[in-house]
């Protein structure tokens, strides 16, 4: 019913930039909280950023300086700009939102994206 879509990521050098996007579809009555969250080979999932509908944000401390999370809510889409890329970022980087679907208003729900592949090397 509900499908998270995630794009942007890829193979940049180190110093380089990348915009990720992910689009929230299907039958969504609202959305809260979005966010970015990524998981590197041999390590557990963990938090990158989190944004709320009314657009307070959320930070892993040591990558608020270098990337930037925000959304747009007419288009149910999450954004996240990093710059100023190191290798120890490179990781699978999947969106997540908490969602009321249409015929359950009475509850919010988790989902997650498939996950997008960012690769930081020269």
């Known amino acids: 019913q509900v499908q998270l879509v995630e794009s942007g990521g890829g193979l940049v050098q180190p110093g380089g930039s990348l915009r990720l996007s992910c689009a929230a579809s299907g039958s969504i009555f609202s959305i809260d909280n979005m966010g970015w969250y990524r998981q590197a080979p041999g390590k557990q999932r963990e938090l990158v950023a989190t944004?709320?509908?009314?657009?307070?944000?959320n930070y892993e401390d040591s990558l608020k300086d270098r990337f930037t999370i925000s959304r747009d809510n007419a288009k149910n889409t999450v954004y996240l700009q990093m710059s100023s890329l190191k290798p120890e970022v490179t990781a699978v980087y999947y969106c997540?939102?908490?969602?009321?679907?249409?015929?359950?208003?009475?509850?919010?729900?988790?989902?997650w994206g498939q996950g997008t592949q960012v690769t930081v090397s020269s």
């Open positions: 997540n939102a908490k969602i009321r679907v249409r015929l359950r208003r009475e509850r919010w729900e988790d989902y």
């Open positions: 944004i709320t509908d009314g657009g307070t944000t």
